[in-house]
């Protein structure tokens, strides 16, 4: 398992895909627009509350224990996280992600089918353990900026 859960993290992946309900592959940085979401991603719409997508990399290691061969954007995360619980958030929490801002709109998600990461890895964790936002305040986001809660 990754390193020790404290109030303050950091990115440990940016991830794009270009369709939705599949892996993401891991990017140097991403750019998330305020009200849309991370530009090129097939997720990014400003329709919605769920422009961005976040799963820590202590999830991820919970799937490896289990065996699987996991890693950041296997789960259609947009930002891998290490070091700050995720899953203690509330709705409406804030985040600032490098110099990029989000909100908290949804604490996992209802899976409807077995979309094709749970086919891949025998279990999606983002049901369970994967949150999303809206873009507050744009910015480029890349591996290792700060994750800190506002």
């Known amino acids: 398992m990754a390193g020790i859960i404290s109030s303050v993290g950091k990115v440990a992946s940016v991830n794009l895909s ?23 991603d097939a997720h990014a719409s400003g329709e919605w509350g769920r422009q961005v997508s976040l799963l820590q990399l202590e999830s991820i290691g919970k799937m490896k224990a289990k065996g699987l061969d996991v890693g ?8 891998t996280t290490e070091g700050i619980d995720l ?4 709705l409406g929490d804030k985040l ?32 369970r353990e994967g949150i999303f936002a809206k873009v507050l305040r744009g910015g ?4 290792g900026d700060p994750v800190t809660p506002l």
């Open 87 to 90: 899953t203690g958030l509330k």
């Open 72 to 79: 950041a954007g296997d789960f259609a995360e947009n930002i």
């Open 18 to 40: 270009e369709k939705k309900g599949m892996r993401k592959t891991p990017v140097p940085e991403g750019h998330l627009k305020e009200g849309f979401g991370m530009e090129g």
């Open 140 to 143: 480029r986001v890349k591996k």
């Open 96 to 127: 600032r992600i490098g110099p990029a801002e989000v909100e908290i709109t949804q604490i996992g998600k209802k899976c409807h089918s077995r979309c094709e990461i749970y086919r891949l890895a025998g279990d999606c964790i983002m049901p």
